[in-house]
T-cell receptor
Framework: GAVVSQHPSRVICKSGTSVKIECRSL??????MFWYRQFPKQSLMLMAT?????????EQGVEKDKFLINHASLTLSTLTVTSAHPEDSSFYIC??????????FGQGTRLTVV | DAKTTQPTSMDCAEGRAANLPCNHS???????VYWYRQIHSQGPQYIIH???NNETNEMASLIITEDRKSSTLILPHATLRDTAVYYC????????????FGTGTRLTVIP
């Protein structure tokens, strides 16, 4: 079946540094990918919609300059957390749709900012 | 806003059927019912979806009431690996739109 691969699965970074997370659709093309964030014991919250070849759409309250999204190809979207701080520590998850009815999720990235 | 309501948690004995209910009384005529689950520290996993007919696959069965205002996900023989948070989501069939995750049901399968 379709697979969405996310890398890295875990990352620890120092406060003030930037971290890039990759999301790849392995056997299908995705013009749209979604980035979610999940804090402990909470549900997934949509952060932004990544559109191939155009600017991402951010949800209210999500800083676009802090969470940079690039969707340069039909199989890759990246999320860069810039100048990370401890409050950015979270579980980040991407998803892509093979067709309008099928959404597949990456394995998630556990970000810890120390 | 969540269009579904689910119990916060449920327990199920290993080997028994797990029946997870979901209310979606405001579902629109063209919206599908989707079920995903999330095992701890992993991304959500697709389970099954349906419109109005009951559906079955290798993982589970989905029973949708005739008025479509509620549904039940059935795991016929729960195993310890089925312990997860189960999300019931309604969404229209067209457009690559995002999924809205409510609080889900935390299913614990007990040995």
């Amino acid at each position: 079946g379709a697979v969405v691969s996310q890398h890295p699965s875990r990352v620890i970074c120092k406060s003030g540094t930037s971290v890039k997370i990759e999301c790849r659709s392995l056997d299908f093309q995705a013009t749209t990918m979604f980035w979610y964030r999940q804090f402990p014991k909470q549900s997934l919250m949509l952060m932004a919609t990544s559109n191939e070849g155009s600017k991402a759409t951010y949800e209210q309250g999500v800083e676009k300059d802090k969470f940079l999204i690039n969707h340069a190809s039909l199989t890759l979207s990246t999320l860069t957390v810039t100048s990370a701080h401890p409050e950015d520590s979270s579980f980040y998850i991407c998803s892509a749709h093979r067709d309008p009815t099928e959404a597949f999720f990456g394995q998630g990235t556990r970000l810890t900012v120390v | 806003d969540a269009k579904t309501t689910q119990p916060t948690s449920m327990d199920c004995a290993e080997g028994r059927a797990a029946n997870l209910p979901c209310n979606h009384s405001t579902i629109s005529g063209n919206e599908y019912v989707y079920w995903y689950r999330q095992i701890h520290s992993q991304g959500p996993q697709y389970i099954i979806h349906g419109l109005k007919n009951n559906e079955t696959n290798e993982m589970a069965s989905l029973i949708i009431t005739e008025d479509r205002k509620s549904s039940t996900l059935i795991l016929p023989h729960a195993t310890l690996r089925d312990t997860a948070v189960y999300y019931c989501i309604v969404r229209p069939p067209t457009g690559a739109n995002n999924l809205f995750f409510g609080t889900g049901t935390r299913l614990t399968v007990i040995p």
